[in-house]
């Protein structure tokens, strides 16, 4: 590189060099003049924002009517239980349905119905014990066996017994004697016989429902959750005992349990329970970040994070546009070869790959014997096997013979047919 | 606006105030200190845009060989410039590195005002065509060298780059067998496309036949006539730049290899150098469906760069060759007998529906020779035996190749010359071919 400092005129600085023609000088002084401020790319940029917050904007108040939550009263489709409660709400029973154990903690009371869907995973400990201070009469469908004990001091175990049988409830409680047959799974038992056992299931140990005194409250519990499913609810007696055992208060509390509540982990209140915050999530003081780190670290990250944007900055900023280049088409002239290599894989073409063998072998042999273009089979082969000393037949099986039956065979006359080539060029 | 690293660094000199006083305060306050000293830094800075620039660019230089743009950058804008210059170049115009890291064409300045620097981009072009500059990109640093202004100016610059015309070390061979059939004319039987150059004595070994006894009576001494090849014959090159020129030949491995219609350049750069010295009259037109290029009228020294000029920019057209426009072509060009030379492929499929029908009309009235690029991938191909998969590779081979043989047999039938070779056999052999039908006197 040849630096040169001075005040230079175009004509003294033109270089020569190499003695290569050099094109005139372009002169370019200062740039465009400054530009205003850019109207138009402001106003695109005010029209995404204006189509995000409308997209936004539709999101929040169109939210759908229904629901998805399985076993929830808002849900219509297979898995929800809209249908029974829709019914006893033209029956006078009011339905609150909840999701979070605090909510039902504080929404039943003795003289009510708090009905418990399966829950997701488990209910905590802390839950399990706040529930159980519930006063309201409790129907569990399929719980999870800590709640159940809970409920019911060890006296109800689950255990799989398979389908109701048929022949009625066999036993006196009024709601099951109604139902008659039900379509349920079973799988309950009482372990020290207290309590009423309702449509055991066929040959085995094990009933589909349960009825237990506990706690001056009646615990119902089911051990198929279809019972209030609204595909299944119809089925046989399933309506009558649901709505008997839903319907026994004019107040009913419907706990559809959420995987992501954490309320009343610690129990009821009066028990060891711990603050929380107005959205009922727990909010102990040692868990925020800027109490675990040292004084002043908070400031460095900030610091650090600006530093981050800097470095952005100064690595991001291109020393000027890329220039382009429109380049040529990158297509191998063998590809129409490769292409048809590949039909002939694809279809096991052997046949057509041997013939399209032999018959170049011939050809070149052909030309090297000095046979003329339109000589045929006969003379080829007859030519050949004299120049090679090989025997007619077996000349004419190489290069006439059958298609090879397999891969390995098809190699082998390729080979062969390379060797029977040398020997005529040999010759 | 632009940073350098030592913003970067000042920002993270805050972590020191900030451990004195750790609160969200010192940080912004901090944050606000480097962008103030960046602002002033950058208002401090020379301007970016009050910079003359002037390129110098060869008007072409051949392929593979190196060249340099040079820039004459003058500071015009009152203040000190210090930062960095970048001469902007396509990738394929193989700028080198200059002073300053990071990336081609990019140079350190350091400008008083109203001083001027010579700042010299080497290139080394490693593809034909014209070659457009791209702008000159000016950025200035503040005298904290923390941050700066930039700004790309748009200074036109044009390089063309010819073919690289690596067929001339066959040149030297074959002007010297140009020569001996000039010499060989007393002796030879002499015929259609030779004609009558001198007398002279006759020595031993000349044909007796050549003797010429009218003059030898009026010398006194016995005279031969000699001969000549014709001189002043027509040769019109066609080059086929339709989509079979833009495949890939001569690939290897991963190596894409150069597109077909660059061996036709060199064959075409070959035959005109030679023709011309043998004294023959040589145009040239690149063709698909409409002329890309042409070289007419042209003789003499002024030949080879108008050819090299007009070569440089053809590049293949992604459409099929419109062979009766190839006729048209011919016809307009050639109104008496001359070489025609058809620089193509023998793709049986595109011979088949486009050459073959029209052939017979340029061999009726010209000498036709066409020359094709063939691919030394198909020979990889048909050779390989490893496997039952490259034994399916290989019948695919066997089979192209035959149908390429009966196109060519077609061809041969209607009276024209094939070549069909391997790119960098393609000049010497269609040289070789033009010597031998100039030694017949075919022309």
Redesign the interface.
Known sequence: ????????S?GA???R??G????G???????PARRGFPWKTAGWVALVVAAIGLFVFVLAFTRPVGSNVPFSTANADDDGGRALAQVLGDHGVTVHEVHTVRAAFDGASAGETLVITPHPAYFEPGQIEALTAVGADVVLLAPDPQLLDSFTDGRVEEWYAGPVAGGGPACAVPGARAAQDVRLEAGLTVTDGSGDTCWPAAGADGFAYVRVRSDDRWVHVIYDPSLIRNDSVLAGGNAALALWMLGAHDDLTWLVPDIFDTTMLDGPPGGSGGEDDGAGRPLPPEASAGSVLP??????V???A??G???A??RG?R???L???PL???????????G??RL??AVRARG???A??R???A?RMAQRLGLA?SADATAVTDAVAAATHRSTEQVAHLLYGPPPAD??E??EL??SL?NLESEVHRS | M????R??V???A??IP??LW???G??VA??LL?VVVCAADVALAASA?????????????RLGER??S?L?V?N?SERRLRG?V?D?????AGAGE??VG??PG??AVD?PD???????TTLRPVRRGD?P?????V?TIGPLGIAGR?????????LRVLPEFASRKHLPSRMARLRELDGRAAVQVRGEGTEFDSLREYVVGDDVRSIDWRATARRGDVVVRTWRPERDRRVLIVLDTGRTS????G?VGSQ??A??LDASIEAALLLSALASRAGDRVELVAYDRAVRARVQGAAGPRLMPAMAESLSVV??V?LETDWPGVVGQVRERMSQRALVVLLT?L?PAAVENGLLGVVDQLTREHQVVVAS?A?E??AR??AG?E???E????????????ER?AAT?MLRRYGAEVIDALPDDLAPRLADTYLALKAAGRL
């Open positions: 590189m040849t630096i040169m400092y001075g005040t230079t175009p600085a033109g270089p060099a190499g290569g023609p050099e094109e000088p372009p002169v370019v002084v200062g740039g004084q002043g670290a908070i400031p460095v900030w610091v650090l600006l530093t944007l800097a470095v900055i100064w900023r020393l000027g546009p220039v382009t280049e040529p088409v990158l297509v191998r002239s063998a590809e129409t070869m490769r048809r290599a002939y894989r057509h790959a041997a399209g063998l018959a170049s072998a050809h273009r891969d390995g098809l190699t390729a080979r390379d | 632009v940073l350098t690293w913003a970067a000042l920002m993270a805050g972590v900030v451990l750790p609160t969200g010192t940080v901090w944050a480097v845009r009050r910079v003359e620039v002037q390129r110098y660019v060869p008007s072409s230089v060249t340099a040079r004459v003058r015009v960095v970048r902007a170049w396509p990738p394929s200059a002073s990071g990336g990019r140079h400008l109203l001083e001027a620097v010579r700042l010299t070659r500059a791209g702008g000159v990109t950025r930039q700004h790309t100016l748009p200074v036109p610059g044009r833009a495949a890939r030949v690939a894409i290899g597109p077909r590049a293949p992604l492929t793709d690029v691919d991938e198909v191909m048909a035996r496997s039952s998969w034994v399916y590779d290989a019948a695919a081979a066997a089979r192209g190749n035959l043989g047999t």
